[in-house]
């Protein structure tokens, strides 16, 4: 299950971001072979282009918000490098997943929105 199709099964009954946070592996610092060639950006601008190449490198269909320069929902949420949340109606925490890559789990999120939205 990936986070594409649950993003199809389930938009018509919730919002979905991606939120582009610091680049985990630019190419002038931590570069992981295989991920999108990337500088870290410097600027709010850089890091939204950043946040579009990625959205079109990797063909992602979800909304694309971009974190400030403070890192702010990075921050507020330890989201680096990925992470899985689903915020409720209230503004709470419903469902937080490990940290990735290791514990970025697409379908335990699709586990979680059909027990509480309904799978079709």
């Not at 931590?30 to 190449?53: F, H, Y």
Request: net charge negative.
């Amino acid at each position: 299950m990936s986070l594409e199709s649950t993003f199809a099964e389930f938009r018509d009954r919730a919002e979905f971001f991606v939120v582009y946070i610091r680049e985990a592996h630019p190419t002038d610092g931590w570069e992981l072979e295989g991920n999108v060639p990337l500088e870290d950006p410097k600027t709010l601008p850089q890091r939204g282009s950043a946040a579009s190449a990625c959205r079109d490198a990797l063909g992602i269909t979800i909304p694309v918000l971009v974190d400030d320069m403070d890192d702010t929902v990075n921050r507020a949420y330890t989201a680096w490098p990925e992470r899985l949340f689903v915020v409720d109606v209230d503004g709470r925490v419903a469902y937080a997943g490990g940290p990735g890559p290791f514990q970025f789990k697409p379908a335990e999120l699709h586990e979680f929105l059909a027990g509480r939205l309904g799978a079709r």
